[in-house]
């Protein structure tokens, strides 16, 4: 059986010029997945690496040669088409291969086009259908409770997710219950499948909504490590019966320059070309580290 001596395997970056390169490596591994699999969403899966890698890399209690581990702290993404994103960090931690990543989408393949527990058995939870995501964990976060358990749980949801109403009845339900072990993290990239929030549906102001329902809001910039961390490392250890929400703004697309701020780039594979030119792109961007 695991104990915590065993997070040794769980490989932590302590400086923030170490998670910069990796974060810059995970956006190669997400365009180039995409484009190989011809299909895809690249511009909220970029929008969301700072959080992911600081997740796994610094601050997730996790256990990649026990994924099972039963004390690991919980995570689900619930804006379920981001999961290229998850997947390259999952192989960065050790819990797939490398090799696997060229599968995306592919017919049989572990990583399947939203998260899918059936074909990737590591996974905390099937999801993809929008708004759902705070309910589950909700559910988590209510079992470490019962059980006295100290692992945490951590949500990821997206800006044109939250305007589905189940979040909100989630919102109300983990503050009456004093939920301080669950964390919403919000990738506030300001777009969504259809174009900007502010012409659609737009949730703003959206720290204030948390506040409003009982909860802890902390608002960032998500692509800020200096921030990203502090926040995560608060929201953890959170033990004053408030519910945390990370309002982390963010760029759709970020680190490729014709996708950064561009809806168009929300489901559409780059083409050879435009992958070509994105690995350029970043390559040139990892020199300056």
Known sequence: ?????????????????ELQRLANRLRAEIVTMIGAAGSGHPGGSLSEVEL???????????????????????????????????????AEAGYIDHSVLATLRKLGS???????????????????????????????????RLDKKDW?????????????????EAAMFASYHKLDNLTV???????????????????????????????????IDGHDFNQVIPALETARAAKDGKPTCIVA??????????????PEWHGVAPRPEQVAAAIAELEAAAKKL
């Not at 059986?1 to 010029?17: F, G, P, Q, W």
């Not at 939250?162 to 979040?167: D, H, K, P, R, T």
């Open 110 to 144: 572990p990583l399947q086009g939203h998260p899918d527990k059936r074909f990737l058995p590591i996974l905390e939870a099937n999801t993809g259908s929008l708004g759902q995501g705070i309910s589950v964990g909700i559910g988590m976060a209510l079992a470490a």
């Open 52 to 90: 992911l890698a600081a997740l796994y890399f610094r601050v997730l209690r996790h256990n990649p040669k026990a994924p099972n581990w039963p004390d690991r702290d919980r995570f689900i993404l619930s804006k379920g088409h981001g999961c290229p994103a998850l997947y390259a960090v999952l």
């Open 185 to 219: 993290i919000v990738d506030y990239n300001h777009q969504q499948l259809d174009g900007f929030l502010r012409d659609i549906l737009d949730p703003a102001p959206l720290a204030a909504k948390f506040e409003s329902f009982g909860w802890r809001a902390l608002e």
């Open 249 to 262: 703004n963010t760029i759709k697309g970020k680190g490729v320059s014709f996708m950064e701020n561009n």
């Open 152 to 168: 945490h749980t951590f949500v990821m949801v997206g800006d044109g997710e939250i305007q589905e109403g189940q979040n909100w």
């Open 1 to 17: 059986m695991s104990t915590t001596a065993d997070l040794t395997a769980a490989r932590k970056m302590e400086s923030v010029i």
